[in-house]
């Protein structure tokens, strides 16, 4: 094996609880080191989902005037929305045996380093906004200072995402049960001692415009999944059945982001800048609210391992030859960077801008792959996709990467944060429509670019993409 084929290949987990170093980077895992069922999928989506930065974002709800129950139909209706095309890619996983950003070399060619350059900014930044809580909850709970508080987390993401997939799966199934035990006892408090904030003074179009950008800001959450959504099935065998994936995907995604936005939204005058303060506040102090800040830090780091590693494999997948442990642990040592800027001043301004900054490219991208996905399985006519072989008739670089600037352009004017406002969101009160127009410009710009190009489907000479040495794995 060439040191170029080391980066991108090496040890592989075997079976469940296999916890070795990971090495094995983007190429496709062949069906001999498949293993695993369906159902782990719905703890690896459960759990880092219960993260106070869920619970921050549903607090916007009521900062924008809505009362409880219309921002929490907003807030559910944006994340169905999201879950279903992040669910959906997933079950590629098991078809494929490689990770989301790898296999959009499909559609993108050589020019999959645009989006993988930014699914691992977009990383980074999730390291930011999950770390921004758990550093300030493990500060408080010790008495340390934040940036000592935030350093540790990152230090125990890098970690995790070291290590790699099955270690992921390992520590997801743990926390289920650990958070959803913490998450228990704050829904129990909230019940028992916070009045539901009932009435709103958003009306007429104001309060449209704020249930959109509410929505779009909880879709904004669940589809920026979609990236990462194969990287945590790739282990799993082309037998597993597809609709159970999805199923136990959609149902992971959905309770979680919609349990812990309700929160946000039902003790929203507590969970302010200083959410860990709100919830030992709410707990009593003592080992219960203890037990809280705990919780808080434990959720960012099984949270942001994801992060990490699906950021090693984007890394990879733009054409960066560094192993993938390596990979994982800068994600982790420039999120930590990050996260100091978001906490040094305007952190609710800064957080919710760069929540929404993050995730508006992937509509776009999701768009794309997709077109590409049904036009090669429209040309296969049923049989089942030899990855091997679609990675030999990979698409020129240009119809995919026009189409993606072109969405994220054609999105601008719709856009809604406090840094930018474009005159569409203006007029619309607010209301933020720009994950909707990112995709649908994305199809209608790619799909005759695509056909142009490959005549109908028809596979035609291209240049292999050599961003994978040996990508049969």
């Given at each position: 094996m060439t040191i170029e084929e080391s980066a991108f290949r090496g040890r592989m987990p075997a079976r469940p609880g296999d916890l070795a170093v990971?090495?094995?980077g983007i190429g496709p895992v062949p069906e001999s080191n498949r293993y695993g069922k369906a159902a782990r999928l719905f703890t690896v989506w459960f759990a880092p989902n219960l993260t106070m930065t869920g619970v921050f974002s549903g607090t916007v709800g009521v900062s924008l005037g809505l009362d409880f129950w219309t921002a929490f139909t907003a807030m559910?209706?944006?994340?169905?929305?999201?879950?279903?095309?992040?669910?959906?890619?997933?079950?590629?996983?098991?078809?494929?045996?490689?990770?989301?950003?790898?296999?959009?070399?499909?559609a993108f060619g050589r020019g999959v380093a645009l989006p993988g350059i930014m699914q691992w900014l977009s990383s980074v930044a999730w390291d930011a906004l999950i770390g921004l809580f758990g550093g300030e909850a493990l500060a408080q709970l010790l008495g340390w200072p934040f940036w000592l508080g935030a350093l540790v987390i990152l230090l125990l993401q890098g970690v995790v995402g070291v290590f790699g997939y099955e270690a992921l799966h390992q520590v997801q199934t743990v926390m289920t049960f650990v958070l959803g035990a913490a998450f228990v006892v704050l829904s129990v408090q909230l019940l028992s001692g916070v009045p539901l904030p009932v009435q709103g003074s958003a009306h007429g179009a104001d309060r449209l415009g704020a249930f959109v950008l509410t929505s779009?800001?909880?879709?904004?959450?669940?589809?920026?999944?979609a990236p990462y959504a194969s990287?945590?099935?790739?282990?799993?065998?082309?037998?597993?059945?597809?609709?159970?994936?999805?199923?136990?995907?959609?149902?992971?995604?959905?309770?979680?982001f919609a349990w812990v936005q309700a929160l946000g939204l039902w003790g929203a005058k507590l969970f302010t800048d200083q959410t860990a303060a709100g919830v030992h506040g709410?707990?009593?102090?003592?080992?219960?609210?203890?037990?809280?800040?705990?919780?808080?830090?434990?959720?960012?780091?099984?949270?942001?391992?994801?992060?990490?590693?699906?950021?090693?494999?984007?890394?990879?997948?733009?054409?960066?030859?560094?192993p993938r442990p390596l990979a994982a642990a800068v994600a982790a040592v420039l999120g930590f960077l990050l996260v100091?800027?978001?906490?040094?001043?305007?952190?609710?301004?800064?957080?919710?801008?760069?929540?929404?900054?993050v995730g508006y490219w992937i509509p776009g991208f999701v768009g794309i792959v997709l077109v590409d996905a049904r036009l090669r399985a429209k040309a296969r006519r049923g049989t089942?996709?030899?990855?091997?072989?679609?990675?030999?008739?990979?698409?020129?670089?240009?119809?995919?990467?026009?189409?993606?600037?072109?969405?994220?352009?054609?999105?601008?004017?719709?856009?809604?944060?406090?840094?930018?406002?474009?005159?569409?969101?203006?007029?619309?009160?607010?209301?933020?429509?720009?994950?909707?127009v990112a995709f649908l410009v994305s199809v209608v710009v790619y799909v005759p670019l695509r056909l142009l190009v490959r005549g109908g489907g028809r596979a035609e000479a291209a240049e292999p993409v050599a961003v994978v040495p040996g990508a049969g794995g």
């Open positions: 990971e090495r094995h559910v209706l944006g994340t169905v929305v999201g879950a279903i095309p992040a669910a959906y890619l997933g079950t590629w996983g098991s078809q494929t045996g490689t990770g989301q950003l790898p296999l959009s070399r499909l779009t800001i909880a879709l904004s959450l669940a589809i920026s999944w990287d945590f099935s790739r282990y799993l065998p082309r037998a597993t059945s597809r609709p159970r994936m999805f199923g136990y995907s959609l149902l992971g995604m959905v309770l979680s709410l707990l009593g102090g003592g080992a219960l609210g203890a037990f809280g800040l705990l919780a808080i830090a434990a959720a960012a780091v099984c949270s942001n391992a994801m992060n990490d590693y699906s950021g090693s494999l984007a890394l990879q997948t733009a054409g960066i030859r560094v100091l800027w978001l906490h040094a001043e305007d952190t609710t301004l800064r957080f919710q801008n760069l929540l929404l900054f089942p996709i030899d990855v091997e072989a679609e990675f030999g008739r990979p698409q020129p670089w240009w119809p995919a990467c026009v189409a993606f600037v072109v969405a994220f352009a054609a999105a601008v004017p719709f856009m809604d944060t406090t840094l930018f406002v474009g005159p569409v969101a203006a007029a619309l009160h607010g209301a933020d429509f720009a994950y909707y």
